[in-house]
Nanobody, 125 residues
Framework: QGQLVESGGGSVQAGGSLRLSCEIS????????LAWVLQAPGKEREGVAR????????FYMGSVEGRFTISVNVAKNSLSLQMNSLKPEDTAMYYC??????????????????WGQGTQVTVSS
């Protein structure tokens, strides 16, 4: 999967929006699981959303469904996360992650081998 580099984090007020981007130096084999994972201070990493490059199916953590949208542009080697109606509890470091598609893709952070350096999202009330 190569190198992953996130951008687009920042500070917003509750109700605002942010768009995170992840540049993947290469998406190999065209069969990948790609995910956004958050880590709040003192907590474990938690999968937010994932997409695969086989049928582009998506899956979301319950608390973000309807507010966040994950998308992938294989031609541009780019993964995005559009975050709307942000809440203070969304505050965390957000990482993009990648793994080869085998039988399916999950939201468990331990399934992913390749990680970016993270981008901070802070939502104030």
């Amino acid at each position: 999967q190569g190198q992953l580099v996130e951008s687009g984090g920042g500070s917003v007020q509750a109700g605002g929006s942010l768009r995170l981007s992840c540049e993947i130096s290469r998406i190999t084999h065209r069969r990948e699981c790609l995910a956004w994972v958050l880590q709040a201070p003192g907590k474990e990493r938690e999968g937010v959303a994932r997409v695969n490059t086989v049928d582009y199916g998506t899956f979301y953590m319950g608390s973000v469904e309807g507010r966040f949208t994950i998308s992938v542009n294989v031609a541009k080697n780019s993964l995005s996360l559009q975050m709307n109606s942000l809440k203070p509890e969304d505050t965390a470091m957000y990482y993009c992650a990648a793994e080869s598609f085998r039988t399916g893709c999950g939201l468990d952070a331990s399934e992913y081998s390749y990680w970016g350096q993270g981008t901070q999202v802070t939502v104030s009330s």
